[in-house]
């Protein structure tokens, strides 16, 4: 099975509901080790993406994200605008033009997404960051395509990899962003940008198994 704009644009408003629906978890997740931003930024965010989604159709999944880096990076505030603003371009940037995407093209958005994510905020895994969740998200996508998958179950094996890279962060010691300022006080606490990039490609997959 291949994966169009339609889906992309299905994705993003699952996006949408998604972070909506866990805006205070978020919110909590970051009052602990940030400034409990987090939930409303990326609600604002997503919302404003769908906005503008509803004036009209994109011709490819490329033009979805290209649509959706731009809104994230003028209306997230904090590092989430830029960091996922990045990871939406340098996605689209892999896909081209393409109509379709089959498997490979999946891994190849996902590792450029979180290259983008890499590059924007110089972080490593271990960090206790976005990357945590995005590391492995990619190896588990690469795998899955490797061994035969579909788009679904490529997105699908990503998204559970992310989970539980997320929750990974939690003993961790940030050394990037705001909470690196607690130093030994940010371990216990799931890092809140990791959730949402775990929330964000669980998104991704419900949406492409839905159109099984």
């Not at 795998?143 to 929750?167: C, F, H, I, K, R």
Request: net charge negative; glycine share 10%; aromatic share 4%.
């Amino acid at each position: 099975m291949v994966l169009t704009a339609q889906w992309a644009e299905a994705w993003i408003r699952e996006c949408s509901r998604v972070l909506t629906e866990n805006r205070t978890a978020l919110m909590e997740l970051d009052r602990a080790i940030g400034d409990a931003d987090h939930g409303e930024n990326m609600q604002r965010g997503f919302a404003a993406v769908v906005g503008k989604l509803d004036g009209g159709s994109q011709e490819n999944p490329a033009a979805v994200f290209k649509l959706t880096a731009m809104t994230l990076m003028s209306t997230v505030g904090g590092a989430a605008g830029p960091l996922y603003g990045t990871a939406f371009l340098r996605g689209a940037t892999a896909l081209g033009d393409a109509a379709e995407l089959d498997p490979a093209a999946v891994v190849a958005f996902l590792t450029a997404a979180r290259d983008g994510v890499v590059a924007r905020g110089k972080a490593e895994p271990g960090d206790k960051t976005m990357v945590d969740a995005w590391t492995p998200a990619v190896e588990a996508a690469e795998t899955a395509q490797s061994a035969g998958a579909t788009s679904p179950e490529v997105l699908n094996a990503a998204a559970n990899a992310a989970q539980a890279g997320a929750t990974a962060t939690e003993p961790l010691i940030a050394r990037k962003g705001r909470a690196s300022y607690l130093g030994e006080r940010s371990a216990g606490h799931r890092d809140p940008g990791a959730q949402s990039s775990a929330l964000i490609l669980q998104a991704a997959a419900d949406t492409a198994g839905q159109q099984l």
